[in-house]
């Protein structure tokens, strides 16, 4: 699984520096695609005769967004991500409604647990906290078992979650 949450209230969110829905949609697309160029390789390290894996983004339908998001996957697809190219995923994103496709449906779930979370500032034994913990094994993690597939976009040293103790950005303990 793959995820960005963003603390609207960060000052380069609200300054006008960062566009929320750029950022997550060019972090989960850029971890996505390097998912599958792992996968790739692994497949590769196994037997030299492999089909390629690709990948295919299917979005809930938002009008408000979806022109940022098409405009941004097709400078993707001809110079890249941040992070390199974007060869495992194909086609252009295909938006539906969740009401008419069961898995984004779940997706909508997933996401609300990972929210609700967040936003209840990790109340300890909470609840939410408790049902993020059975999502939270799920999101990409590499070889060395180092998070990747979710992020939590808020001041350094201001969150105590399990995403930001496990990516380092947590305050330090004493």
């Not at 995923?89 to 295909?94: A, K, L, S, T, Y």
């Amino acid at each position: 699984m793959f995820g960005k949450g963003v603390y609207k209230a960060h000052p380069s969110v609200l300054g006008g520096r960062t566009d929320a829905v750029r950022e997550s949609f060019t972090q989960v697309v850029s971890r996505f695609n390097i998912f599958l160029q792992k996968k790739d390789s692994w497949k590769l390290q196994q037997s030299p005769r492999r089909s390629i894996d690709h990948g295919l983004l299917i979005l809930d339908q938002d009008e408000s967004t979806e022109s940022t998001i098409e405009h941004l996957f097709k400078k993707f697809r001809t110079q890249g991500h941040p992070f390199g190219e974007m060869t495992h995923v194909i086609d252009v994103p295909f938006f539906a409604p969740s009401r008419k496709v069961g898995g984004l449906q779940i997706v909508d779930v997933a996401a609300y647990v990972v929210r609700r979370y967040l936003d209840k500032s990790v109340r300890g034994g909470s609840h939410e906290e408790r049902q993020f913990q059975k999502l939270f094994p799920r999101f990409d993690r590499d070889t060395y078992g180092r998070l990747h597939g979710l992020r939590h976009y808020v001041p350094m040293n201001s969150c105590e979650c399990l995403v930001c103790r496990e990516r380092g950005h947590a305050p330090p303990t004493e």
